[in-house]
């Protein structure tokens, strides 16, 4: 993650980018997108860890395709576009799981299709891969890609935990000590007492002047 | 997602019509190419997805029965003619690309025999698969049957493979796929769960039922030993459970009944099934034609 | 006087005879052995006979089900009711729910036995709707719900419009799944279509929509751009796809879906507009806290699980 073997570029530099992507943009806890997977898939780390990973191939792989092909969309029809670039890619990504890695692909297979539609991905070629050169929106999509898998291994890691005693297998604890949060109500509490515990991060690093979490969600959809 | 707001001015001076096909023509062409890299990775990977569920199926069949390195496995493929009311069965060692094929009326009457090829072109002749049985020889016995079977679960379909030994007696049963809740109905996949089918006999699978009750302790950790010993071993530690709870219903996850039964009934009807269908075909498989 | 009593008594004379006709005529016609068999959890058939049935031994008589035709189900036992009415009972047990065949040798009679398809889709969309309910249960759609369920008029105006193109997009989806890339082997192309068919139909509603009524482009034109990046809108073509459904059930779960959505949505705004004037924990503002009341909404929609009027 250091910037040192790349030339800075105009854009902020690569080790800003992937912090950026991690925690002040984090695109679950602080921009709220892509929230469905954030709490289907996160039952488990392992899960979380899988989705998390191909979330981010597809994302630097869309991020980069877009970047190089950015003059040649039409602004009109961009959003299609990228769609389909996303859709591509999703598919390969989904093709290669089920050959050699069946059993993954059996748990987060449903899952791994829906990454097309995933918000976080487009609001990011929308901002930013179609606007900025090659470089950095590599590094823009490794950020963000890190952040979605951060917060995915955090929450499954949480619910895990609590759910089922145990952290990516290993069990920790002699029983289930609240089987609630692996159920889906549970998911949505744990997103909810995480997100406001890093809102309470937040205001403490910045004296209390925080901003609140973005939109509502609606406007990145 | 920012909604995508008008273009600021049209690139270049066109009409609109102009505009429109320059418009298509760039989404078709993203498509085209879309479509072309998609074609490559398919046939790139399909036959790795074909040897990859192939080599895993054996590897669970081979685990399931305890086969040793020198048994062989014979596949027998079940179909169903719903246009000549017919049942088809295609038998062949593991690998071999031609084997037997009986053919029974639904009556059980059986309609004819022939040497066939194995690959493909089941649903050309309007064939329906109703699963697969795997007979294991170690040597010249029967080491035992592991068919497939299928049942509607909470959300989705969930197969699985029941293991028989020559008795027909209950050895395992595996779940191959599912997409039940996790934490729910996917502990219908655990082997604890699972291990609850084991050790029953063929009369007892004929007439499994579910139970709301809780599993007693003892049978609970009993059943988390039974991955870890050899299966003489656990008889000899916990023969005495084993007889106690083989006659019980299985015993359903805390909040997945609905799974639990699924699979139960699915795994008793499977039984049942092969059996019958068992008893019209392995007399004619033995001689070779 | 007499004459409308004439035209009364001709007309009546009329409706007997071709009553009667018609009496003999069905009487001529070959009544079907079997009028109506229903299965009877746990153990029991329970046939009406159209044609009298003379040997009523369990020989006689076969039960399979629809998925294993070959295999028959052992008949413990016939017995006549006074009602006419046949009961057979079976080794095995039966669920309503199933598919089953009901042949008899002496007369030849087949007779299929599976639940009314109305039933059956009504379950489908009570299923989507209610029991899986898109939102709360498979927690997909999650993105758009979060940010439009703030206010009420928002919700209902999407709820309506994602329920309209779900329901076109699903059909269409099924029908280019069905006939083009299951024939053709290009399943792996599913994503791809499924997705440029949303993207295309959100395209064709918001143009013709701003042609044919500008106060209801103005209304629900915002929603449409939403819908493109609605897990739903993919997921249930795709789940029609690996089910294999047909264009009923297809129907069913898309009309169900929209149901759900919609309203979960609408349940959602009230809930907020609430929690807007509420003492909210500074950290729990705005996101948090709509998390948290959506997980109270899922706890409720967990009481739906197992439910089944047509048990």
Redesign the interface.
């Known amino acids: 993650m250091s910037t040192a073997a790349v030339p800075r570029p105009p854009a902020p530099g690569a080790g800003r980018l992937l912090l950026n992507g991690i925690f002040a943009e984090n695109p679950v806890f602080r921009l709220?997108?892509?929230?469905?997977p954030a709490?289907?898939v996160t039952?488990?780390v392992m899960?979380g860890l899988i989705l998390g990973v191909a979330v981010l191939v597809v994302q630097v792989l869309s991020s980069v395709s877009v970047a190089l092909v950015r003059r040649?969309?039409?602004?009109?029809?961009?959003?299609?576009?990228y769609?389909?670039?996303i859709?591509?890619w999703?598919?390969?990504i989904?093709?290669?799981l089920?050959?050699?890695f069946?059993?993954l692909y059996?748990q987060v297979g449903?899952y791994v299709?829906?990454i097309?539609?995933?918000?976080i991905i487009?609001?990011r070629l929308?901002?930013f891969a179609s606007k900025q050169p090659l470089v950095p929106t590599f590094f823009d999509g490794l950020g963000m890609g890190l952040g979605f898998l951060f917060a995915l291994v955090v929450i499954g890691a949480f619910r895990e935990l609590l759910?089922?005693g145990a952290i990516a297998g290993h069990a920790l604890l002699p029983h289930k000590p609240l089987?609630f949060f692996?159920?889906?109500?549970?998911?949505?509490?744990s997103?909810?007492?995480l997100?406001?515990?890093f809102?309470?991060v937040e205001?403490r690093l910045s004296g209390g002047a925080a901003r609140?979490?973005g939109?509502?969600?609606?406007?990145?959809? | 997602m920012n909604r995508p707001t008008a273009a600021p001015a049209p690139r270049g001076e066109g009409r609109p019509l102009g505009e429109i096909l320059r418009i298509a023509g760039s989404v078709t062409l993203y498509c085209a190419l879309g479509g072309a890299i998609l074609g490559a990775t398919y046939v790139a990977t399909n036959r790795y997805q074909e040897v990859a569920r192939a080599a895993s199926e054996h590897r669970s069949i081979a685990q399931l029965l305890r086969l040793g390195p020198d048994a062989s496995v014979v596949e027998i493929r079940q179909y169903l003619d719903p246009a000549r009311d017919q049942v088809v069965y295609r038998a062949a060692p593991r690998g071999a690309e031609t084997g037997t094929e009986l053919t029974f009326a639904l009556s059980g009457q059986l309609l004819g025999r022939a040497r066939a090829g194995l690959r493909g072109g089941e649903a050309e002749e309007g064939l329906k698969p109703l699963g697969r049985i795997f007979v294991a020889m170690q040597g010249d016995s029967t080491a035992g049957f592991v068919i497939e079977g299928e049942t509607r679960g909470y959300k989705n379909v969930v197969r699985f493979f029941v293991a028989l030994d020559a008795a027909f007696d209950i050895l395992g049963v595996r779940v191959i796929e599912h997409e039940e809740d996790p934490g729910l109905g996917a502990e219908i996949a655990t082997p604890w769960f699972q291990g609850q089918y084991f050790g029953r006999t063929a009369e007892g699978a004929s007439t499994l039922d579910v139970t709301k009750d809780p599993m007693p302790e003892d049978w609970r950790a009993a059943l988390l030993e039974l991955q870890r010993l050899p299966p003489a071993q656990w008889r000899s530690r916990y023969g005495g459970l084993l007889e106690r709870e083989s006659v019980q219903p299985v015993y359903a996850v805390t909040g997945a009944t609905i799974s639990s039964r699924a699979l139960t009934m699915g795994v008793r009807s499977t039984v049942n099934r092969f059996r019958y269908r068992w008893s019209l075909v392995s007399p004619l498989l033995g001689e070779k034609p | 006087m007499a004459r409308r009593m004439r035209a009364r008594a001709a007309a009546g004379a009329l409706a007997a005879a071709v009553a009667a006709l018609w009496a003999g005529g069905a009487a001529a016609a070959a009544a079907p052995v079997i009028e109506n068999a229903r299965m009877l959890a746990p153990h029991h058939v329970l046939v009406q006979l159209g044609q009298p049935v003379a040997d009523l031994s369990p020989g006689n008589f076969r039960v399979t089900e629809a998925l294993a035709p070959d295999v028959a189900m052992e008949v413990t036992e016939v017995t006549v009711r006074p009602d006419g009415k046949l009961w057979l009972t079976l080794a095995q047990t039966v669920s309503p729910q199933n598919h089953y065949r009901l042949e008899i040798h002496r007369p030849r009679a087949v007779r299929e036995v599976k639940p009314a398809a109305w039933a059956l889709l009504l379950s489908v969309v009570l299923s989507a709707s209610l029991i899986n309910n898109f939102v709360f249960t498979r927690y997909l759609g999650l993105c758009v719900f979060f940010g439009v369920s703030k206010r009420q008029d928002t919700s209902i105006g999407m709820g309506i419009t994602f329920t309209v193109v779900m329901v076109a997009s699903a059909m269409l989806s099924w029908a280019i799944y069905t006939y083009v890339l299951s024939p053709l082997d290009l399943r792996f192309l599913q994503v791809l279509v499924f997705i440029g068919i949303v993207a295309f139909l959100v395209q064709l509603v918001d143009t013709v929509l701003k042609k044919l009524n500008r106060l209801l482009h103005q209304k629900f034109g915002i929603y449409l751009m939403l819908i493109t990046t609605n897990c739903i809108i993919l997921a249930v073509p795709l789940l029609n796809a690996s089910a294999n459904a047909g264009p009923w059930e297809a129907l069913a779960l898309a009309v169900g879906s929209g149901a759900g959505f919609a309203i979960a949505l609408f349940l959602m705004s009230c809930a907020r507009e609430k929690a807007e004037l509420a003492r909210v924990p500074k950290s729990f503002e705005g996101l948090p806290i709509a998390f948290a009341l959506t997980g109270l909404f899922a706890l409720a929609f967990m009481g739906f699980a197992g439910l089944n009027p047509f048990r």
């Not at chain 1, 097309?116 to 918000?119: K, N, Q």
């Not at chain 1, 692996?182 to 509490?189: C, K, R, T, V, W």
């Open positions: 709220a997108l892509s929230l469905c709490v289907a039952t488990t899960n040649s969309i039409h602004p009109r029809v961009r959003i299609p576009v769609t389909i670039i859709a591509v999703v598919s390969c989904d093709m290669v089920a050959a050699f069946p059993t059996a449903l299709k829906l097309v539609a995933f918000a487009i609001s929308e901002l759910g089922g089987l692996i159920l889906p109500a549970g998911g949505f509490f997103i909810a007492l997100m406001a515990f809102n309470l205001r609140r979490p939109g509502g969600g609606g406007a990145h959809g």
